[in-house]
């Protein structure tokens, strides 16, 4: 018995220790031959092999990123409150009680007090007590302020601002606090780890072209902007007749390497060899290829007249490809997961062809204590120079902190760095942070200069450079919305916050609304590019990952913008007769000037046909988003027509632009066709249909092929999730929540042929749907009700409950219906006409209770107008009083009764007779529908 309880307890304890161990984990990716690797300015031979050991990521052995920390720990926790600091008297300065130091960690006292408080309180709590803590100090003579901006006066009369609390701590809090869930776990660190390996990758293998600095700071670029990059470094330090000094200003200039510090060290440390050499010139001869191979054949006979077709209000993109990303405090829990962010959001839109995103970013990384650097040191690449010139970018990502005056973009030792930084810019404000600590070096602590941009920044330096740019900015900062800040951005569409949020959040919804922009997100193969169109589908399916939607914000309402273009649609495959004409249409305005002739491209599988008259229609200003051509054939054809996705290029106002994303789909492919075929009216094709496209998880579907082609001898099904199959009609079973593009191939006699259905299966899982709202009615009738129906398609459970809310205007009555089936009716009728905005909304309870879907969506707007909105309209009015003296005044009070309110009113005053005096007014009233009443009532006046 003795011997089985000490067994019992050996076990027990070695578990115990065992889930305390630092994690580890080891995982080696497949040699990578493309892309180009500089670390500290020396070349690093591929192939490269990415590697994960001791938490970090390695590139051939050289470590590319910081150790990751396991477990994660509270960087800002305290366990005991604090009393009042016993040195501080009626007569201390600021910076004593700033710098007051307690004795048991060495915290200064207001950060230990903050830390005791946002641990062990809930926020609102805890901001009101250390604001109270604060006041209390006896040198303190007041302090006012909000939020986190605070203004200290003391008995000696110093004034300072200072941040108090605020949202950075409120987050934490979130976090750490009474009810926080923790830092990240064991798996997630190790699967975050692995996310920005897998990137790494990734964007070696589509040549990216990468500048490592201290561990993590890197620039990168892709396809032809790597290859000028490229060509353009080794041209520069090779030139012997170039100092140190121009090579890095070179550097700099051209972007390269973004801070001057990187420069110095790039060119100190520059190493090259023969295998360098030899892979630019392997560039350079397939630049070569390239462009020769890019010269067309078929000849542009004539123009189509203007007005044979009208342009469906296209979308424009961003002017231009550059990204870029502002990171200026990376020491801090709030960004501790920043190089995710922004990998993830580089990872989204690389695809659409923008360039990889220069990242600027300060050095608090390198030194994960707050011990006291240099100014360029502390900086890093954050110097406010590059800020400005991010407004030169397509697409614009910042990272900080902020609050309801400003974003906060950099963090600085002294007053004196703070004022160098800005250049005497007056659109900034400094704040002292009293939240941390910001240790000297010698024992004590410095007051760190939070230099905050007010939302006039913007306003003077980006705003008219991102409109003429089209630019989209993301702001990833609290409050970034309420500040006024996303306002005056400028571009074709900013994306902001309207309270705190976390970094978790963030990433969620960067990955939603840039998932639809890009068309990786979808649902029911209805695609949401355009910026306002993403947006708008995350509010109405839920799809955001903040409690408040409204928090998440949208400037403009309607933003009009792509990331890239792509076909709306196009002449596909059979055709009715030997002669025609064939079109292709784009969601984007394209660039118009690239002659047309150079799109597409004709290969002739059997048969005679020629493509002729390409012209793109109603070209205006440069651009236009159709191009008609005539096919010309012989009997029977089959033709294969490549869409040449380069050629086709969005209008821009610059010199730059993106290509075309043939498949609505990132990444943009190579492989862009469609097919041209006739056969003596039989019309052949690739096609095929599923027994359900809209299922729950782990359901079999049934595919069958209905291909119309003669002698078929293979088949190739891609059911969108990595499984494939070379049966006809075969079966598949989906086991992850999603929407899935499903293809067949198909080889005959005549060639090759695919046909693509994107989004054609929808997978629900208990927490995914879609609801929609249809009505029907009769416009301008209040007599007949109006028939709401609610249709909920997604997983569904006779176990389940659905409760539909129908709203029947904003703020107004509303009929709850519940039952245990996914749809409900109700009908209303309207008392009074109007315009009225109607929405649904959906709550579905499981059977234990629990709520697994919410949903919000709107209706159909319902526009019940008065036809006869003059009717029974009396108009009239008194006067009181009927006698007035000179320089009086009299009440007019409305007596009109009948018509359809709201009324216009318009008031005639006429003339005294007798002196010629016209009182204060306006002119006659008018009714809705454009009959004048006059009046002729007087009043006298003496």
């Given at each position: 018995?003795?011997?089985f309880?000490?067994?019992?307890f ?7 220790i ?6 580890t ?10 892309g180009y690797?500089?670390?500290?300015g020396?070349y690093?031979e ?26 994660e720990?509270?960087p800002?926790?305290f ?9 501080l ?7 004593d ?13 207001i ?14 709590e805890?901001q009101?007590?250390?604001?109270e803590?604060?006041?209390?100090f006896?040198?303190?003579?007041s302090?006012t ?10 008995w ?5 601002s ?10 934490n ?7 926080g ?6 798996k ?26 201290n561990s993590?700071?890197?620039?990168a ?9 490229l060509t353009l ?6 030139d ?5 000094e ?5 550097l700099l ?7 001057p ?6 060119v100190e440390h ?7 050499n ?6 350079e ?8 191979n890019?010269d067309m054949n078929?000849k542009?006979?004539k123009?189509l007249?203007?007005?044979t ?7 424009f ?24 962010e922004?990998?993830?959001v ?5 695809g659409?062809?923008?360039y990889a ?8 990384v390198?030194d ?11 900086v ?5 120079i590059?800020?400005i ?6 697409f ?5 902190h902020?609050n ?19 250049q005497?810019?007056e ?7 009293t939240?941390?600590?910001?240790p ?7 007051n760190?200069?939070y ?7 913007p306003?003077?330096?980006w705003?008219y450079?991102?409109?003429q740019?089209?630019?989209?900015t993301?702001?990833s900062?609290c409050?970034s919305?309420?500040?006024g800040w996303?306002?005056n951005?400028?571009g074709?569409?900013?994306f ?6 976390s ?5 969620y ?6 998932g639809r ?6 649902l029911?193969?209805n ?12 509010i ?11 928090d ?5 309402d309607?933003a009009?913008?792509t ?9 596909k495959n ?20 690239i ?5 597409l ?10 493509l ?7 070209p205006t ?12 054939g012989?009997g ?8 040449n ?9 610059t010199?730059?632009?993106?290509r075309?994303?043939f ?9 862009s ?10 019309i052949?094709?690739?096609?095929f249909f ?25 088949w ?8 494939t ?22 080889t005959t006699?005549?060639?090759n042929?695919?046909e693509?259905?994107?989004g054609?299966?929808?997978?629900f899982?208990e ?12 416009p301008?009738?209040?007599s007949?009700?109006v028939?709401f ?16 809310r ?6 107004s009555q509303y009929?709850?219906?519940d ?14 006409y ?10 579905i309870?499981?059977s234990s ?9 709107s ?11 003059c009717?029974?309209f009396?108009?009239?009015?008194s006067?009181?009083p ?7 005044s ?7 009764t009948?018509?359809t309110?709201?009324y216009?009113?318009?008031?005639f005053f006429?003339?005294d ?7 204060e007014g ?7 529908n454009?009959i004048y ?5 007087l009043?006298e006046?003496?």
């Amino acid at each position: 018995m003795k011997t089985f309880i000490s067994s019992a307890f050996l076990i027990l304890f070695s578990i115990c220790i065992y889930s305390q161990d630092p994690i580890t984990y080891t995982k080696k990716f497949p040699p990578v031959d493309t892309g180009y690797v500089f670390i500290d300015g020396e070349y690093i031979e591929s192939p490269y092999i990415v590697e994960i050991k001791e938490l970090t990521i390695f590139i051939n052995d050289r470590p590319v990123s910081q150790k990751r920390e396991w477990p994660e720990k509270n960087p800002y926790y305290f366990d005991h409150d604090l009393s009042i600091p016993p040195e501080l008297t009626q007569n201390s300065t600021i910076d004593d009680m700033l710098k007051a130091v307690e004795p048991s960690e060495h915290h200064h006292y207001i950060a230990a007090k903050a830390y005791y408080l946002f641990s062990h309180f809930e926020a609102n709590e805890a901001q009101e007590k250390i604001v109270e803590y604060v006041r209390s100090f006896p040198n303190v003579k007041s302090l006012t302020g909000k939020d986190e901006v605070y203004t200290i006066e003391t008995w000696n009369g110093e004034t300072r601002s200072v941040i108090i609390g605020g949202s950075q701590m409120v987050l934490n809090s979130k976090k750490w606090g009474p009810k926080g869930k923790g830092g990240r776990k064991g798996k997630g660190v190790i699967e975050s780890l692995k996310k920005n390996a897998e990137y790494e990758v990734k964007f070696l293998k589509d040549g990216s072209l990468r500048f490592y600095a201290n561990s993590t700071n890197y620039s990168a670029a892709y396809s032809d902007e790597a290859e000028k990059r490229l060509t353009l470094l080794i041209k520069t330090m090779e030139d012997n007749s170039k100092s140190k000094e121009e090579k890095e200003q070179i550097l700099l200039q051209n972007r390269i390497v973004l801070a001057p510090n990187q420069a110095k060290v790039f060119v100190e440390h520059w190493s090259s060899n023969n295998q360098l050499n030899g892979r630019v010139k392997k560039i350079e001869d397939h630049k070569k290829k390239r462009d020769n191979n890019n010269d067309m054949n078929l000849k542009n006979t004539k123009d189509l007249p203007d007005g044979t077709k009208s342009l469906d209000d296209p979308a424009f993109t961003p002017y231009k490809r550059n990204a870029y990303a502002w990171i200026p405090y990376t020491y801090d829990d709030a960004f501790s997961q920043f190089n995710e962010e922004i990998t993830e959001v580089e990872d989204n839109i690389i695809g659409q062809d923008y360039y990889a995103i220069d990242r600027y970013i300060d050095n608090h990384v390198a030194d994960p204590q707050y011990t006291y650097q240099t100014y360029d040191q502390l900086v890093g690449t954050c110097h406010y120079i590059n800020f400005i010139e991010m407004a030169n970018g397509g697409f614009l990502y910042v990272l900080a902190h902020g609050n309801t005056n400003g974003i906060l973009l950099t963090v600085l030792n002294t007053l004196d760095d703070a004022n160098l930084w800005v250049q005497g810019d007056e659109s900034f404000y400094f704040l002292e942070n009293t939240n941390f600590d910001w240790p000297d070096g010698s024992g004590g602590f410095l007051n760190p200069i939070y230099v905050f941009a007010t939302p006039e920044w913007p306003l003077l330096h980006w705003q008219y450079q991102l409109t003429q740019n089209n630019a989209i900015t993301i702001l990833s900062v609290c409050d970034s919305y309420t500040s006024g800040w996303a306002q005056n951005c400028g571009g074709g569409a900013v994306f902001s916050y309207n309270s705190p949020t976390s970094q978790d959040d963030c990433i969620y919804n960067n990955e939603q609304l840039l998932g639809r922009m890009n068309g990786s997100i979808h649902l029911f193969q209805n695609y949401h590019r355009k910026a306002g169109e993403a947006y708008n589908r995350m509010i109405s399916t839920g799809q955001v990952s903040i409690y408040d939607q409204s928090d998440f914000k949208i400037t403009p309402d309607d933003a009009n913008i792509t990331l890239c273009p792509s076909p709306v649609d196009y002449t596909k495959n059979a055709v009715s007769t030997e002669d025609g004409t064939g079109y292709i249409e784009f969601d984007t305005w394209c660039n118009s000037t690239i002659s047309a002739t150079q799109t597409l491209t004709l290969q002739v599988i059997s048969g005679n046909v020629t493509l002729s008259n390409f012209n793109w229609v109603n070209p205006t200003g440069g651009k236009s988003n159709r191009i008609e051509y005539n096919w010309n054939g012989d009997g029977n054809f089959q033709a294969k027509i490549t869409v040449n996705y380069d050629k086709i290029r969005s209008y821009s106002g610059t010199s730059e632009y993106h290509r075309l994303d043939f498949d609505k789909q990132t990444p943009i492919e190579e492989e862009s066709y469609f097919c041209l075929i006739y056969s003596d009216g039989i019309i052949p094709g690739v096609n095929f249909f599923a027994d359900n496209t809209n299922v729950p998880l782990n359901t079999t579907v049934n595919f069958y092929d209905i291909s119309s082609y003669d002698e078929i001898s293979a088949w190739s099904w891609n059911f969108g999730n990595g499984s494939t199959s070379d049966l006809q009609n075969p079966s598949h079973t989906y086991t992850s929540a999603g929407s899935y593009t499903v293809s067949l191939f198909i080889t005959t006699t005549y060639g090759n042929f695919t046909e693509t259905k994107t989004g054609y299966i929808t997978v629900f899982d208990e927490s995914s749907g879609d609801m929609t709202c249809d009505i029907s009615y009769s416009p301008n009738d209040i007599s007949t009700p109006v028939l709401f129906t609610g249709n909920f398609l997604g997983y569904s459970s006779p176990d389940y409950t659905y409760v539909f809310r129908f709203v029947f205007d904003y703020n107004s009555q509303y009929q709850e219906i519940d039952g245990n089936i996914p749809n409900a009716t109700v009908t209303y009728q309207y008392p009074v006409y109007g315009t009225y905005h109607p929405y649904i909304s959906l709550k579905i309870n499981n059977s234990s209770g629990a709520q697994v879907y919410s949903s919000v969506s709107s209706c159909e707007v319902l526009y019940l107008e008065n036809p006869d909105p003059c009717y029974d309209f009396v108009v009239n009015f008194s006067i009181s009083p009927s006698t007035i003296t000179p320089g009086g005044s009299y009440t007019i009070t409305d007596l009109t009764t009948g018509g359809t309110p709201p009324y216009n009113w318009c008031w005639f005053f006429l003339m005294d007779p007798y002196t010629g005096n016209t009182p204060e007014g306006g002119e006659q009233s008018q009714c809705i529908n454009g009959i004048y009443f006059y009046f002729d009532t007087l009043a006298e006046i003496f």
